[in-house]
């Protein structure tokens, strides 16, 4: 995909404005347009990574830093002790945007619908 039609790109480029969670010089994260629970958002890569099947050891360093950051994020979110979080890579995965994402999903009785 390219980086200048990508929807993600365009929100972490300021372009499409939506209340973000978090965001530092790596990542950024907010929260799902189409929720399936009352805390659930998504963590992404500032730069463009079509899905996680493209990842590599060279990744390592951004895909902790969005994995690190799940559980803070969760519990500031209103979710303190439990969540899921998954990506979901390609058209098998169901994959909608094609930019690495990963889904954070918590909040009462949100596990049982995962």
Do not use: N, W
């Not at 805390?39 to 992404?44: A, K, L, Q, R, S």
């Not at 493209?54 to 902790?64: N, P």
Request: hydrophobic share 40%; with cysteine; proline share 7%.
């Amino acid at each position: 995909m390219d980086a200048q039609a990508c929807v993600f790109c365009k929100i972490v480029r300021g372009e499409i404005s939506l209340p973000k969670i978090y965001e530092d010089a790596d990542i950024f994260a907010f929260h799902d347009i189409h929720p399936l629970a009352p805390v659930h958002f998504m963590i992404i890569p500032k730069k463009h990574i079509d899905s996680l099947a493209d990842c590599d050891t060279s990744h390592q360093a951004v895909l902790g830093k969005l994995l690190a950051m799940a559980p803070r994020l969760a519990r500031e979110q209103g979710s303190p002790t439990a969540f899921a979080s998954s990506s979901t890579p390609g058209r098998v995965g169901r994959q909608e945007v094609y930019h690495l994402h990963v889904h954070v999903i918590g909040g009462p009785e949100a596990l049982a619908r995962c």
